[in-house]
């Protein structure tokens, strides 16, 4: 077989406090982030990024002053490289979308490395227009920048993959027993949240993050039959309306109803940021000021076995398949026909 390139694709983050205002530019210089002509979207995401960089910063002093993305995601990569060992000359690349390694620096090291074939697979489970669609276009390119011509194949999500399901299973069940000393607990999917326009709009990210959360609730049923769980999002930005509930609003009602809450990362397959400032350091202050008897952290899946294992099934069944360039975990297509935003939506 020709030298397979694996490539994984996430947000990125800044590697120091210098890098914290220019990733922000990146990001709402993005226009699948801001929809709005490349001038203005230049002008706002200097305006933007220059206001948000202090209290980014801050963030980012709480967790060592930069993002641990990265070396989660070259973790990931080394991990599921080791799991394709077998299938001969394999190598697991990163590609950033708004810092380094960016897309075009990636593609030069692949192009450099000789890979004859390449599976492009973005650590989001659940697809979306602001997030996998960007890095799959960043990625055709940079490629079509540096000459790189391949066949390639695209893995657009994976929400309900068997590995995945188990392995946010297995890290929530010891949270779960823990907060069951105090009460009832309250399983909290929180995911990151989009405007709701977009969704309107066609966008499969919710009804993704829904059978994500589904389908581990259902995977604990066993052991919890009667299981009290919701779905909520974090990470509003801007005055948009959005997605709901508000992972806020939630830990909130469960004070005020006393139930204790695990929360669950559904979204987020590394830790960062989001999960080790948002959730472990404000949201835990919030459920502490809103009188919830315990509040549970589930890690993010990182480099859980069954994470990984979930990913190398994927990659071997993206080399399973000819003729498809855009494969979901089943192959075909598994959003509903409202999905519009739906990659495979053409089929």
Not at 33 to 61: C, F, H, M, Q
Not at 169 to 175: Q, V
Not at 241 to 263: F, H, N, Q, Y
Not at 271 to 294: F, N, Q
């Amino acid at each position: 077989m020709a030298r397979l390139a694996v490539v994984l694709c996430n947000l990125g983050g800044p590697d120091g406090p210098a890098a914290v205002q220019p990733f922000l530019f990146n990001l709402f210089n993005d226009p699948a982030i801001i929809r709005l002509p490349a001038p203005l979207r230049w002008l706002l995401a200097t305006l933007v990024s220059r206001r948000r960089a202090p209290l980014a910063r801050g963030n980012y002093d709480l967790i060592g002053g930069k993002s641990p993305l990265l070396e989660w995601t070259e973790a990931q990569a080394s991990a599921l490289q080791e799991s394709l060992a077998d299938l001969g000359e394999v190598r697991v690349f990163v590609a950033m979308r708004y810092w380094h390694p960016f897309s075009r620096e990636t593609v030069r090291a692949v192009k450099a490395w000789g890979a004859g074939r390449a599976v492009v697979l973005p650590l989001y489970p659940q697809y979306s227009t602001m997030t996998s669609a960007s890095s799959f276009r960043a990625w055709r390119e940079a490629a079509g920048a540096e000459g790189l011509a391949l066949p390639s194949s695209e893995i657009c999500c994976h929400p309900t993959s068997p590995g995945l399901v188990r392995a946010h299973a297995a890290l929530i069940r010891p949270e779960l027993e823990a907060a069951a000393r105090v009460g009832r607990p309250r399983l909290l999917f929180s995911a990151h949240g989009l405007p709701q326009k977009i969704v309107d709009a066609g966008d499969p990210y919710q009804w993704q993050v829904e059978r994500t959360a589904a389908a581990v609730a259902e995977e604990l049923g066993p052991a919890w039959p009667d299981l009290d769980w919701r779905i909520s999002y974090q990470s509003r930005v801007g005055p948009l309306k959005w997605i709901g509930p508000s992972t806020d609003e939630e830990i909130v009602r469960a004070g005020a109803e006393g139930v204790p809450l695990v929360v669950v990362p559904i979204a987020f397959v590394s830790d960062h940021v989001e999960t080790l400032v948002e959730l472990d350091i404000k949201y835990r202050h919030l459920a502490d000021e809103a009188g919830v008897p315990a509040y549970r952290r589930v890690p993010a899946l990182n480099t859980h076995p069954g994470y990984i294992e979930a990913l190398a099934v994927l990659v071997r069944r993206a080399l399973a398949t000819h003729g498809q360039t855009v494969l979901s975990e089943a192959g075909g297509r598994i959003c509903p026909a409202a999905c519009s935003g739906c990659p495979q939506a053409a089929g």
